[in-house]
């Protein structure tokens, strides 16, 4: 049974944490119908010797959480009665204990103290009473309301009615429970769970860590010097969670389309191949694997925070979406909207042709079709900004500048009152100029995160003079010719070079934006690789003849683009 999606969290959880049963016991004889259970005695002693709770202690010995509740640690349990939790249910639970015990699975992410023992108990002191209701965080993460109503009292859902209330301990509170509270699996947890899932769960899960949490671990006493912890308290951390957020958590509410096991072999098949590394690129391998793989998952996790009901038929937001002011910075144009969808409930839209499954955290949308192309997602515009410094990998053909270059370079910033501002990408640009008027310039950038063998239009934006001075004179405002060369490695690592264009012009007093090169098809993959590896030449080609009458040296460069070639998409605006 699904609870509400949003739990009340547990009131002065911080506090509780230092309480001990002399310090509360009064007011809670004053507050509560409380039951003691007499001086020093301890949670197990009760639950080991009642024989309506047999069932229940039979588990707990099974999964050594005895000693815990015999310590003097602060639980709160909620202890299913013989009644509808029975020798065979207990018996099932710790044969999963034992089962992941010999296939060495840590008692982290052993299911029985994870599902089941963890799952009844809480850490500190916890009640019910008529006055108001409770959120109890349990030692599983899991959140479960504790209220009180006309119908009686209940723990999670309407299934979990307490029969037992608020029984006092030297070390905590023992509530009794007519059903085994319902373990609600998160998101995260669910891909596990969910027959046909296999793949993406097996891939997910390679990258758990868990963070030992020592304030919220049980101490068992001192050994040698240190602390020895009856019960170990530790974090889920995963690395992926950096690329599509954290899944895990309770407190926030979370869809995710996943593909089954046959659409991501598929996926993965065709994938790969754009995320060819060459062979001199360490651990390539390694990388080539994850980065396929988790193009596929980015852009399908979506958090109820940033897509509100009332907007989600018209369109939604992943969690890899950018905000507008992100994507005019890094595309160059606001337009251009990654990781988000149209109309995802109409037919072809990323939610339909979906089976849900609900989770304590969210939903887990298992689909068989696949509706989120590769253009909405890592098939992505790099553009390269020609001032940015980080990118200018050279002047004059080579890498590094020479002692005595023959090119000058400056960055330029375009005045606000001039009329190229608003068209000028970043509001400036470089300016490649000849250092004595007899020689050409030339200047290589670096072009990052190009993928393998998928088509590319390579565009070169070039600024005009007058974006530098409105009274550039006539001979500064000509038009340029000039030579593109692109550099990449092959699939040995050897640095190789393609002429795009020899002789290509510009168009004088525009932003032009120069088609370059058509449907280019680089071998190897520089995704994410912190040493770009693709380089851009641009070298002018004026003749002395030509130099100041029909053309002019010196380029100014705005940008470089390269767009992937997708039949049926939009071109690049040949002019701003």
């Not at 330029?412 to 007899?438: C, H, L, M």
């Amino acid at each position: 049974m699904k609870y509400n999606k949003k739990y009340i969290k547990v009131l002065g959880l911080a506090a509780a944490a230092t309480l001990t049963f002399q310090a509360c016991s009064d007011d809670w004889d004053e507050h509560y119908d409380v039951k003691p259970q007499g001086t020093g005695v301890t949670l197990w002693q009760t639950i080991s010797s009642d024989p309506s709770l047999s069932n229940f202690a039979k588990v707990i010995r099974a999964a050594q959480y005895d000693r815990a509740l015999a310590s003097s640690q602060v639980f709160t349990v909620f202890a299913p009665t013989n009644d509808k939790f029975t020798e065979e249910m207990a018996n099932e639970w710790i044969a999963i204990y034992q089962e992941d015990k010999q296939g060495g699975v840590k008692d982290t992410e052993n299911r029985t103290i994870k599902e089941f023992v963890k799952n009844h108990i809480a850490l500190y002191n916890h009640s019910v009473s008529t006055e108001y209701n409770d959120t109890v965080v349990m030692m599983n993460g899991k959140y479960m309301p504790l209220t009180n109503g006309a119908d009686g009292a209940t723990m999670g859902d309407e299934n979990g009615q307490l029969t037992a209330l608020n029984q006092l301990h030297s070390n905590g509170v023992l509530f009794t429970v007519a059903n085994p509270l319902y373990y609600f699996p998160n998101v995260f947890e669910q891909l596990g769970k969910i027959e046909g899932l296999d793949s993406i769960a097996k891939f997910m899960y390679d990258f758990n860590e868990y963070k030992f949490i020592p304030e919220q671990s049980v101490p068992g006493g001192i050994v040698n010097g240190q602390t020895v912890y009856l019960d170990s308290v530790t974090r889920l951390t995963n690395k992926l969670f950096n690329y599509v957020d954290n899944i895990s958590v309770e407190d926030s509410t979370y869809w995710m389309v996943v593909p089954d096991n046959e659409k991501w072999t598929e996926m993965v098949n065709e994938y790969t191949n754009y995320f060819n590394f060459d062979d001199n690129v360490a651990k390539r391998d390694s990388l080539q694997h994850t980065w396929t793989r988790l193009s596929i998952i980015r852009g399908t996790v979506f958090s109820a925070t940033v897509n509100p009901e009332k907007n989600i038929m018209d369109s939604v937001r992943s969690t890899n979406a950018m905000h507008y002011t992100s994507r005019e910075i890094l595309y160059g144009n606001s337009d251009i909207a990654y990781y988000q969808y149209n109309r995802p409930f109409d037919e072809g839209g990323i939610f339909s042709d979906v089976e849900n499954f609900p989770c304590s955290n969210g939903e887990v949308r298992k689909a068989n079709t696949w509706n989120i192309d590769k253009t909405q997602t890592f098939f992505q515009l790099i553009l390269t900004e020609g001032e940015s410094r980080s990118y200018l990998a050279g002047v004059d053909g080579q890498l590094g500048t020479p002692e005595v270059p023959k090119t000058r370079t400056s960055y330029i910033n375009v005045r606000p009152d001039n009329p190229f501002y608003e068209q000028v990408s970043g509001k400036s640009f470089i300016e490649i100029a000849p250092s004595t008027a007899a020689v050409n310039p030339s200047a290589m950038f670096y072009l990052s995160d190009v993928l393998s063998n998928l088509p590319y239009d390579v565009y070169v934006v070039m600024v005009p003079a007058l974006a530098a001075d409105t009274a550039a004179t006539t001979a500064q405002r000509l038009p340029i010719k000039a030579r593109f060369t692109l550099g990449y490695h092959d699939q040995s690592g050897k640095s190789v070079t393609t002429v795009l264009t020899r002789d290509m012009e510009s168009q004088a007093d525009k932003i032009d934006t120069m088609l370059v090169g058509s449907n280019v098809i680089i071998p190897t993959c520089s995704y994410g690789l912190t040493e770009p590896q693709v380089t851009l030449n641009i070298e002018s080609r004026v003749t002395s003849s030509q130099a100041n009458k029909k053309f002019t040296r010196t380029m100014r460069v705005d940008a470089i683009i390269l767009k992937p070639h997708v039949e049926g998409s939009e071109e690049v605006e040949t002019e701003k």
